[in-house]
Structure formats: structure tokens, C-alpha cells
């Protein structure tokens, strides 16, 4: 049982920065955070493993970054340079590996429009 609750999204225009943060009541071996926009599919967006090892879509690579806190159960995004094509729900996502779809937070609107 995992209980995720994400915060800090919002409307921002194109270039602007947002960090969106994510409380667990625990935390799993990979924490990350996915999106989903209007009328397409989940997509992936970063993960890191409790140890610190990050991975991200080459859509956000180098513009993105995630850390996580492991004594405060928190994960947070730090999106800068956003672009229109980056507006969506972003879920956290806990899960102990990765063929296990795990928990899922309910998910913060990132709108990012002029």
C-alpha cells in the first residue's frame, strides 16, 4: 500500500519553470513520474531508483531533472524550458520493479500555453 499525492502544477507560458512534488506514505525501489496529454496515452517521462540512478525520456532529457528524498518519502520534477507539447496530467508512480505497473498518484494539470 502506497498512498501518492502530487502538487505544484499549473499554468506557466512556453520557457517558464514549474517543480511539481510528490508526498508517499512509502517509498519503492523506483519512483518516477509519468504524463498524460489530451487524447493520447500514458507516456513515460523519469524515473530514479532509491539509490539515485536516473533515467528520463529523450522528450525531457536535459531539461527535466528528478531527486527524490528517501527519510521524506518525496520525489519531485523540476521542469524548465517547458514547451506546449509538455502540457498534461503528470501522475507519480511507486513501483518495486519495473514489470509491476504499481501505485499511482491521482494526478497535477501542467498547462503550458502563451
Known amino acids: 500500500q502506497v498512498q501518492l499525492v502530487e502538487s505544484g502544477g499549473g499554468s506557466v507560458q512556453p520557457g517558464e519553470s514549474l517543480r511539481l512534488s510528490c508526498a508517499a506514505s512509502r517509498s519503492m525501489y523506483f519512483m518516477g513520474w509519468y504524463r498524460q496529454a489530451p487524447g493520447k496515452q500514458r507516456e513515460f517521462v523519469a524515473r530514479?531508483?532509491?539509490?539515485?540512478?536516473?533515467y528520463y525520456a529523450d522528450s525531457v532529457k536535459g531539461r527535466f531533472t528528478i531527486s527524490r528524498d528517501n527519510a521524506k518519502n518525496t520525489v519531485d520534477l523540476q521542469m524548465e524550458g517547458l514547451k506546449p507539447e509538455d502540457t498534461a496530467v503528470y501522475y507519480c508512480?511507486?513501483?518495486?520493479?519495473?514489470?509491476?505497473?504499481?501505485?499511482w498518484g491521482q494526478g497535477t494539470q501542467v498547462t503550458v500555453s502563451s
Open positions: 530514479s531508483t532509491s539509490s539515485g540512478i536516473t
Open positions: 508512480n511507486a513501483r518495486p520493479t519495473l514489470s509491476i505497473s504499481g501505485y
